[in-house]
């Protein structure tokens, strides 16, 4: 069954370095999401990205955040200057239709630690 | 904003009791009610969904239902067992999937 693959599984970054982060969302999904969640708590929404422009985002997806789809599989995540409040797992999710009502498939995560 | 909120936030239940998880939201626009569960240190994985056109749906030990004029959902697990223990989500969808805060869920065997 094809799955969602994100990498790496694990990013340490000094505080103030940008990271990327990369997923391979399932290959006939034409929709694609962030989402982060930080220790213990919940999942949170930060964009969602279709036809190669973001669609929605949240009040977290600021100007430090950005995101492409640099080629036909790959879809990253750019933060451009890591803060500590920025350390948390990062999921990448896709589906195949609009997120209204159409199941997402979640990646497995990048853990990020910003020092 | 839209807010969702998910009660209990832990909840402890006998191997083969059932489990009720609730949910409320507060966007009207919300048609679409995913369920997911994640495993420590996991990715979350949907279990049963639930779209606005439809007051109830199971899936074997899994129930969902859906009440729309009072904007509340519910998650129905029979017949627990010990690896029904994790984290479980409820979200609603209309622009954007928001996320309730997660119930623990232990089944102690």
């Known amino acids: 069954e094809p799955e969602v693959t994100q990498t790496p599984s694990h990013q340490v970054t000094q505080m103030g370095q940008e990271v990327i982060l990369r997923c391979v969302p399932i290959?006939?999904?034409?929709?694609f999401y962030w989402y982060r969640q930080i220790l213990g708590q919940k999942v949170e929404f930060l964009v969602s990205?279709?036809?190669?422009?973001?669609?929605?985002k949240s009040e977290i997806f600021d100007d430090q955040f950005s995101v492409e789809r640099p080629d036909g599989s790959n879809f990253t995540l750019k933060i451009r200057s890591t803060k500590l409040e920025d350390s948390a797992m990062y999921f990448c999710?896709?589906?195949?239709?609009?997120?209204?009502?159409?199941?997402?498939?979640f990646g497995p995560g990048t853990r990020l630690l910003v020092l | 904003g839209e807010n969702v909120e998910q009660h209990p936030s832990t909840l402890s239940v006998q191997e083969g009791d059932s489990a009720v998880i609730k949910c409320t939201y507060s966007?009207?626009?919300?048609?679409?009610f995913p369920w997911y569960k994640q495993e420590l240190g996991k990715r979350p994985q949907l279990i049963i969904d639930?779209?606005?056109?439809?007051g109830e749906k199971k899936d074997q030990r899994i129930a969902v239902t859906l009440n729309k004029t009072a904007k509340h959902f519910s998650l129905h697990i029979t017949e627990t067992q010990p690896e029904d223990s994790a984290v479980y989500f409820c979200?609603?969808?209309?622009?954007?999937?928001?996320f309730g805060p997660g119930t623990s869920l232990s089944v102690i065997p």
């Open positions: 290959s006939n999904h034409l929709y």
């Open positions: 966007d009207s626009a919300s048609n679409y």
């Open positions: 999710a896709s589906s195949a239709w609009t997120h209204r009502e159409e199941t997402q498939y």
């Open positions: 979200a609603a969808s209309s622009d954007k999937v928001i």
């Open positions: 639930i779209r606005s056109n439809v």
């Open positions: 990205f279709y036809n190669n422009e973001i669609s929605e």
